[in-house]
C-alpha cells in the first residue's frame, strides 16, 4: 500500500506547473482518486474503470458534487470494488463513495467524516431552520430521491450522514464514527487501525476550529426525527 500512495504522491508532485493533474491515476489493479470530487472527476473514474482491469479504489477527497459522487458510488458498488481511505474522505466521499466499497478500510492517517446530506437539508427546510424555495427547493427534492434510491441499492441507513449533527451531539463540521457504529448503519466490511478512535485530529483542528469530532452513538436513546412537515 505504501508503495501505491508513493507512486500517487510521485505522479501529482512531479507534473509541469502547466500540467493539469488529473485526479484519477492507476497503479497496477488500484484507481487512485484524490482531491475535490466534480462531474470531469466522475466521467474520468468511470472511463478508467470501464477501460482498465481494476478492483480497488484508494481514495482521498474532501468531497465535491452530489451526482457525481453518487455516479462513482454507483459503479463501485455494482463492480464489487473495495474501497480505502488513506487521507480524509469527508461530505460527498463519505456519504457514498466510502459505503459503496465492497471491502472498507481506513489506512494511514484516514478519516471518515460526515456532515450532513442532501436528506438532512430538506429536514432542516421542513422544520424552518434553513429554508429552500422556487426551484432550488424542486432540484433539493429530486437530489434527495436519487440519494435515497442509492441508499437503497447499497443497503446503507443514510441517517449515518447527519446523525451527529442532531441533539445530543451537534457537532458543528465533521463528525467520524467506530466500525462497530458504521456497521449498525449498514456499512460493514470495514477494517479500521487500532486507535482510530484517537486519531489526531491537530491538523483538522487549528487554530481553534473544531473541523472534525470522534462520535459514538448511543443507540439506546437514538430516534429518526419525521421527516414530514410539521
Known amino acids: ?109 484516514g478519516i471518515v467524516g460526515w456532515h450532513g446530506n442532501i436528506q438532512h437539508l430538506l429536514y432542516l427546510h421542513r422544520i424552518g431552520e434553513r429554508p429552500i424555495s422556487g426551484d432550488w427547493l424542486n432540484d433539493v427534492t429530486k437530489l434527495a430521491a436519487l440519494e435515497e434510491e442509492f441508499f437503497k441499492t447499497i443497503g446503507v441507513d443514510s441517517f449515518v450522514c447527519w446523525v451527529g449533527k442532531l441533539p445530543p451531539y451537534k457537532v458543528f463540521n465533521n463528525y467520524f464514527l467506530d466500525a462497530g457504529d458504521m456497521a449498525k448503519f449498514g456499512i460493514k466490511n470495514v477494517a479500521v487501525r487500532q486507535d482510530y478512535a484517537l486519531s489526531d485530529l491537530h491538523t483538522h483542528n487549528a487554530k481553534g476550529v473544531e473541523n472534525v469530532r470522534f462520535i459514538q452513538v448511543d443507540w439506546e436513546t437514538l430516534r429518526r426525527p419525521s421527516l414530514e412537515s410539521p
Do not use: W
Not at 488529473?22 to 474503470?49: C, H, M, N, Y
Open 1 to 109: 500500500m505504501k508503495s501505491i500512495i508513493f507512486a500517487f504522491l510521485f505522479m501529482t508532485l512531479t507534473g509541469c506547473a502547466t500540467q493539469k493533474i488529473s485526479p484519477v491515476l492507476i497503479s497496477g489493479k488500484t484507481v487512485l482518486v484524490q482531491g475535490a470530487i466534480s462531474s470531469s472527476t466522475a466521467d474520468e473514474f468511470l472511463r478508467v474503470i470501464e477501460s482498465h482491469d481494476v478492483n480497488r479504489v484508494l481514495i482521498a477527497s474532501s468531497g465535491g458534487h452530489v451526482e457525481a459522487a453518487i455516479r462513482m458510488a454507483t459503479a463501485i458498488h455494482k463492480r464489487g470494488m473495495d474501497v480505502e481511505v488513506f487521507g480524509e474522505c469527508f461530505s460527498s466521499c463519505a456519504n457514498y463513495i466510502f459505503p459503496a466499497g465492497r471491502n472498507k478500510s481506513i489506512t494511514g492517517l
